[in-house]
Nanobody, 125 residues
Framework: QVHLVESGGGSAQAGGSLRLSCADS????????MGWFRQAPGKVREGVAM????????YYAASVKGRFTITQDNAKNTVYLHMNSLKPEDTAMYYC??????????????????WGQGTQVTVSS
């Protein structure tokens, strides 16, 4: 069974940085799509960044491109979201998600079957 455990959330000031981690205890990152989503109160859940672990192909939402970087460590079965130049608009609950055997062709929330518990990111201005 795939079990995703997130960590790294917290508070940061505008312009600061945070690194989120997502560890998969039940599935290798050999060939699957790993994604980060976020949801703020009153807003729809949105995709932030995705990585196809079979080729390290990455995808980013326009709102975070150039500021966030998604990386993988296959040996540790862990995916990271490096968040730089944080803005108050980045404040949200961040979720890690996985879709086995997916090359990230489909990147909607409904395309991911496994989810972490979420970690809160709060950016102050």
């Amino acid at each position: 069974q795939v079990h995703l455990v997130e960590s790294g959330g917290g508070s940061a000031q505008a312009g600061g940085s945070l690194r989120l981690s997502c560890a998969d205890s039940g599935y290798t990152f050999g060939r699957n799509c790993m994604g980060w989503f976020r949801q703020a109160p009153g807003k729809v859940r949105e995709g932030v960044a995705m990585i196809y672990t079979g080729a390290a192909s990455t995808y980013y939402a326009a709102s975070v491109k150039g500021r966030f970087t998604i990386t993988q460590d296959n040996a540790k079965n862990t995916v990271y979201l490096h968040m730089n130049s944080l803005k108050p608009e980045d404040t949200a609950m961040y979720y890690c998600a996985a879709e086995p055997h997916s090359s990230c062709t489909f990147r909607r929330a409904d395309d991911f079957r496994f989810w972490g518990q979420g970690t809160q990111v709060t950016v102050s201005s």
